[in-house]
Nanobody, 125 residues
Framework: QVQLVESGGGLVQAGGSLRLSCKASARTFGTYDVGWFRQAPGKEREFVAAISWSGTTTNYVDSVKGRFACSRDNARNTVYLQMNSLKPEDTAVYYC??????????????????WGQGTQVTVSS
């Protein structure tokens, strides 16, 4: 069982930056792929970014490419989502999710077994 805890959300003005963290409880976290998803009010949850267990492969939804960057520190059991040039449409609850890696980096939320509680990101215009 893996427990995930997100942090780093908050209120920021458009154009600003935030760094989200996702800390895991598992000793074997280095074998897990991690995805970031978000859900805005009245909308379905959507894929934002994913990073492979080794950190060598990442994937991003088109709307955040060039603005968001995913990284990880397996020694600290932590994955990060650096969010720059934030826009009001980035406002959502952000979730990290994890799954045992099978060498395919998935963007579908149903592929992920473990989820954090979410952290609110609000971008004001």
């Amino acid at each position: 069982q893996v427990q995930l805890v997100e942090s780093g959300g908050g209120l920021v003005q458009a154009g600003g930056s935030l760094r989200l963290s996702c800390k895991a409880s598992a000793r074997t976290f280095g074998t897990y792929d991690v995805g970031w998803f978000r859900q805005a009010p009245g909308k379905e949850r959507e894929f934002v970014a994913a990073i492979s267990w080794s950190g060598t492969t990442t994937n991003y939804v088109d709307s955040v490419k060039g603005r968001f960057a995913c990284s990880r520190d397996n020694a600290r059991n932590t994955v990060y989502l650096q969010m720059n040039s934030l826009k009001p449409e980035d406002t959502a609850v952000y979730y990290c999710a994890a799954r045992n890696s099978d060498m395919v980096l998935y963007i579908s939320d149903y592929r992920y077994n473990y989820w954090g509680q979410g952290t609110q990101v609000t971008v004001s215009s």
